[in-house]
């Protein structure tokens, strides 16, 4: 009996001390805390040539040196060392009297394990008797959205030169919280130029043109702590880039070239052209599609030799084509027509090829299988047919392309094709009526966007009542332009030439159309 007993209680032993794999558990998520500082933060009259700061856990340096920004700048770069937990900052040189100090270290210290950072960590002291207590406050939003933005770096340069954002680290900087808003703090009293910056890489220089950007192209000056008068908005957006290149290009057996470029078009500001050497023989054609152009010249023989010279501020490329004995094929559609549009809509049918030859003969209009007239056109160095005929709401239509109705600049020949759409019935379309109440600019443009850009737009004044009507269901937003050069569209910043973008006020919320139904804002 006793050695059953003996047993039973190894037996429960082994059972309770069985070894279980802990829990993962959740992420540390949580930033380093500061402890201790040493001398205290907020000291003044500061004689000490270094800094102790220590934490709540074991801590790592992460690129330090770039990350931290000393105001007002140091000649020499201060040393800084790890140990455990604790971070000591020593001065390389003696400090000016009766300064306020700030030491604002971005990212540059994280936790040892996860790489959380201690955001907002600033150590402020002053060699003097008081320290400055200045401070500048606004707000950071992204321009084209209007939505606020998070982790803006706010700086200010008492240097002034056109270089400073590209070269030199700010006097001062902040980081803008979730709100958009932000706040620079103990700030000496001066003129500073402002300069705004939404980067990954951290490193306080626009150095990169797919960082948003926001400046002021005037002077500013803090103030006071109780002045609550003083709130600047600071818009950012993208600058367009200044590169283009020839990422790569081909030509197929025709002299037809396909060439992609480093960016599309419109969204840069860089000039570029593609240009045919021999156009005293044959004359070149070039068009535009998203991010590639299609060059071709008129009438291709076989064994033609022919050189095109594409041309940028930063690069010069000869593209050189040859012409070979190449077999003729049917012409292909692009892509299929759409079935459903409105009676204003254009009729746009796009092909593979270039297209030289329209016969208005072997093309036929039919609105309820019933022929009714009209007309195809087409634009010289293009890959689109027009066609021009009269459409109402809730019409049946179609357009019948015989064989040969249109033929490229190679001879390729379209088979029989047929394009049948309907249009939508005039209750379908929704309606926008916009009292317009706030003060607007002269040149103001109220814009209805959706989510591939603006779809309808019109000139308005203080008081006018605006009206979208024929809209499609869908979900729009509004949004007035500041259009200062009156060219129709919105034009970003451009530091260069220190041109701020067109200012851009968005209404607060999404605008949702629907069928045949009305909607009265006012604004």
């Known amino acids: 009996m006793r050695y059953l007993l003996a047993l039973l209680v190894i037996f429960s032993l082994a059972s309770c001390a069985k070894i279980v794999p802990p829990d993962g558990g959740p992420k540390d998520t949580a930033p380093p805390e500061v402890v201790a500082m040493v001398p205290g933060a907020l000291t003044t ?71 959380n950072p201690a955001k907002g960590l600033q150590y402020v002291f002053s060699t003097g008797d008081q320290l400055d207590s200045l401070v500048v406050r ?119 070239i396909r060439a992609q470029l480093f960016h599309e078009p419109e969204n840069t500001r ?9 156009e005293d023989i044959f004359r070149g054609h070039v068009v535009r599609m998203n ?30 084509v040859e012409v070979f ?80 109705a249109i033929e490229s600049r190679e001879g390729y020949r379209n088979d029989t094709l047929r394009w049948a759409f309907s249009t939508w019935k005039t209750d379908y379309f929704g309606k926008v009526i916009v009292k317009v109440l706030r003060k607007v600019p002269e040149s103001a443009l109220l814009q209805l966007l959706d989510k591939n850009g603006v779809v309808r737009q019109k000139m308005v004044s203080s008081g006018e009542v605006v009206v979208f009507d024929r809209l499609l269901p869908s979900t729009y937003s509004l949004r007035v332009l500041n259009d200062e050069n009156q060219n129709g569209k919105w034009d970003p910043s451009n530091y260069s030439e220190s041109r701020r973008a067109e200012q851009l006020e968005h209404f607060m919320s999404t605008v949702q159309v629907r069928s045949n139904w009305e909607m009265e804002l006012e604004w």
């Open 45 to 115: 009259n500061f004689n000490s040539a270094n800094v102790y700061i220590e934490f709540n856990e074991y801590v790592r340096l992460n690129d330090i040196y770039n990350q931290l920004v000393v105001s007002p700048p140091l000649k020499k770069r201060p040393v800084i060392t790890l140990k455990g937990k604790a971070v000591t900052i020593e001065f390389e040189e003696e400090l000016e009297r009766d300064v306020t100090y700030s030491l604002q270290f971005g990212e540059g210290i994280v936790d040892l394990n996860e790489g």
């Open 138 to 256: 606004g707000r950071a939003y992204d321009l084209v959205s209007g939505e606020p933005l998070e982790g803006a770096k706010i700086m200010l340069y008492s240097n002034f030169a056109d270089s400073m954002p590209l070269t030199s680290k700010p006097s001062y900087f902040g980081l803008s919280g979730p709100d958009g808003k932000f706040e620079l703090n103990y700030l000496a009293s001066g003129d500073y130029r402002l300069f705004a910056l939404k980067e990954e890489n951290f490193n306080y220089l626009y150095d990169d043109f797919s960082e948003l950007i926001g400046f002021r192209t005037d002077t500013l000056q803090p103030s006071t702590p109780l002045d609550t008068a003083q709130f600047i908005e600071v818009p950012l957006s993208k600058e367009p880039d200044t590169l283009q290149y020839l990422v790569t290009y081909d030509a197929d057996s025709t002299g037809l």
């Open 270 to 278: 860089a000039s570029f052209k593609l240009d045919l050497i021999n």
């Open 291 to 320: 991010d590639s152009l299609f060059a071709w010249h008129d009438l291709p023989n076989d064994g033609e030799q022919l050189q095109w010279v594409f041309s940028s501020p930063s690069a010069n490329d000869t593209i050189e």
């Open 325 to 404: 004995n190449y077999q003729v094929r049917k012409l292909r559609s692009r892509n299929l027509p759409p079935q459903s549009l409105a009676r204003e809509d254009t009729l746009r049918w796009s092909f593979a090829r270039p297209i030289a030859r329209a016969d208005t003969s072997l093309i036929s209009f039919y609105r309820d299988s019933i022929p009714v007239n009209g007309t195809a056109t087409l634009v010289p160095g293009s890959f689109d047919v027009f066609f021009d005929m009269e459409l109402s709401d809730g019409g049946n239509y179609a357009i019948e392309l015989l064989p040969g």
